[in-house]
């Protein structure tokens, strides 16, 4: 168990839909990552957070959009869902950010199926 | 831009047998760090190890070993007398702190390991 933990395990929805994805870093760490497991794109950072603020972005459609809160847990928000965005979403956290020596512990994932 | 390539998609072997699986990264920093996580079939992410680019040194953990060859931009991961608990797919990632600490993953090797 890495203690990310993520909200909800599984998700079914239809396209046109908004969904939310939760995740709750670690104990004591201050950076959120998000990434998408996919067939075809394989794994694939989104965007990152660092005690509430952004930090960096990725591949992330201009349809997601994310946020950290004070309380340091992160929310992803899928919206106008296209069958396209069904794919495993993991939220990643570390103690800190920016040296690139941080080790990210990964949580269980989100399973997104758009149907 | 950095890279990583997996080129092994995927690696059957019988039980006990050695397996190693390649990695070769591309990046122009100087200072980076690489990783190596495994995906189990209940498909959370898990972490394995780190290494920085000034450290050749290569690291045995029981039964796991990698090598780090800096001259042909390699991180190779062997499993020693395999077993059927290791079949998962297992992935190599890169950062950097030109990179914000985000993961540049390969598209991963998925090893089948067979009683």
């Known amino acids: 168990d890495s203690g990310v933990t993520q909200t909800p395990k599984h998700l079914i929805t239809a396209t046109g839909q908004r969904v939310t994805l939760r995740c709750s870093p670690r104990s004591g760490d201050l950076s959120v990552y998000w990434y998408q497991q996919s067939l075809d794109q394989g794994l694939q950072f989104l965007i990152q957070?660092?005690?509430?603020?952004e930090r960096a972005k990725g591949n992330i459609l201009e349809r997601f959009s994310a946020q950290q809160f004070p309380d340091l847990h992160s929310e992803l928000n899928l919206s106008s869902l296209e069958l396209g965005d069904s794919a495993l979403y993991f939220c990643?956290?570390?103690?800190?950010w920016g040296s690139g020596q941080e080790t990210q512990y990964f949580g269980p994932g989100t399973r997104l199926l758009v149907l | 831009a950095q890279k990583v390539t997996q080129a092994q998609t995927e690696i059957s072997v019988v039980e006990k047998e050695d397996v190693t699986l390649d990695c070769v990264y591309e990046?122009?920093?100087?200072?980076?760090?690489l990783f190596w996580y495994k995906q189990p079939p209940s498909g959370e992410l898990v972490f394995l190890i780190r290494?920085?680019?000034?450290?050749?040194q290569n690291e045995i953990s029981g039964r796991y070993s990698w090598n780090f060859q800096k001259s042909t931009s390699s991180f190779n991961f062997t499993i020693t007398a395999s077993q059927v608990v290791d079949s998962a797919v297992y992935f190599c990632?890169?950062?950097?702190?030109?990179?914000?600490?985000?993961?540049?993953f390969g598209k991963g090797t998925m090893l089948l390991v067979s009683p």
């Open positions: 990046t122009r920093d100087t200072t980076y760090y």
């Open positions: 990643a956290s570390s103690s800190r």
């Open positions: 990632a890169l950062s950097s702190n030109s990179g914000y600490s985000t993961l540049t």
């Open positions: 957070y660092y005690n509430g603020e």
């Open positions: 290494r920085n680019s000034f450290d050749e």
